[in-house]
């Protein structure tokens, strides 16, 4: 009986690929001409051209299963309400990797994840992604959240794909440091505790202490304030455990939106 197919030994070695972390704000973003918007366009413009593109969004979510989606033509989804209908006639139209996501499961064999065909491109990829790279061309996957996991897990579980790096896979977390949508008010400054958790989280990165990242948003009142849900800082930790000693960090877009959705984004290359 022939060995089974190994879709990871069957990819190209590559030079190896920078991991990034996004914030990613308001979707407006993926169409209004800001600071963010146009430091998405350098980055993309600086950038080693990918093979393919991992996004940990933080709007795919599931429990007790992490998902990979392993489709040829993700979907746009348009998955925010009450925006002007220029935002939701965007499409990105890239394809799917589903050899590289197939690969991708492999490597997560001991986290038990799952392929998936029905999930697509949410806006925390599509946004950031329109702007990137506008042309749409560079095959594109997703992974969800297992929102059942802590975030020691999810770290765990990062660390699991860091060999994609070296097949030409760029790995992007898409969240926010801080993230209250309910704490808001545009045109106010950051207020002190949302100032206070970035720092904090900043300065453990800096620190290459990750898992004291991945413990910043696990309890306290200031992890209560800037995550009431935690969805938007786990996508950090997947950057953030695919990196190792030889990555340099830059920070950019260090700054706060709305008062309360730290746009922080940073690269480890």
């Not at 060995?3 to 990819?11: K, M, T």
Request: net charge negative.
């Amino acid at each position: 009986m022939p060995a089974p197919q190994s879709f990871f030994a069957d990819l190209p070695s590559t030079a190896r690929m920078p991991a990034i972390f996004v914030g990613h704000g308001n979707p407006m973003h993926a169409i209004d001409d800001n600071e963010y918007s146009r430091s998405w366009r350098r980055l993309g413009d600086e950038l080693p051209p990918p093979k393919a593109i991992l996004c940990v969004s933080a709007h795919w979510m599931t429990r007790g299963a992490t998902l990979v989606h392993v489709g040829r033509r993700p979907r746009t989804i348009h998955d925010f309400g009450g925006f002007p209908p220029k935002l939701y006639a965007q499409l990105y139209p890239a394809p799917g990797a589903p050899e590289i996501a197939q690969a991708t499961i492999e490597l997560l064999r001991s986290s038990h994840a799952a392929a998936d065909e029905e999930w697509g491109l949410d806006h925390g990829a599509w946004c950031v992604l329109l702007r990137m790279f506008p042309k749409a061309e560079v095959p594109v996957f997703q992974l969800s959240l297992d929102l059942s996991r802590p975030p020691l897990a999810h770290l765990a579980m990062a660390r699991e794909l860091k060999a994609l790096r070296e097949k030409g896979v760029l790995v992007i977390g898409s969240g926010n440091l801080v993230h209250n949508l309910m704490a808001m008010a545009p045109g106010a400054p950051p207020y002190d505790w949302a100032q206070e958790f970035d720092l904090k989280v900043a300065q453990a990165i800096d620190e290459r202490d990750f898992p004291r990242v991945a413990e910043a948003g696990s309890g306290g009142r200031l992890a209560r304030l800037s995550h009431p849900t935690p969805e938007h800082f786990l996508p950090a930790l997947y950057t953030l455990g695919v990196a190792d000693e030889r990555d340099e960090l830059s920070f950019f877009n260090a700054s706060f939106d709305m008062a309360s959705l730290s746009m922080r984004s940073f690269v480890l290359a």
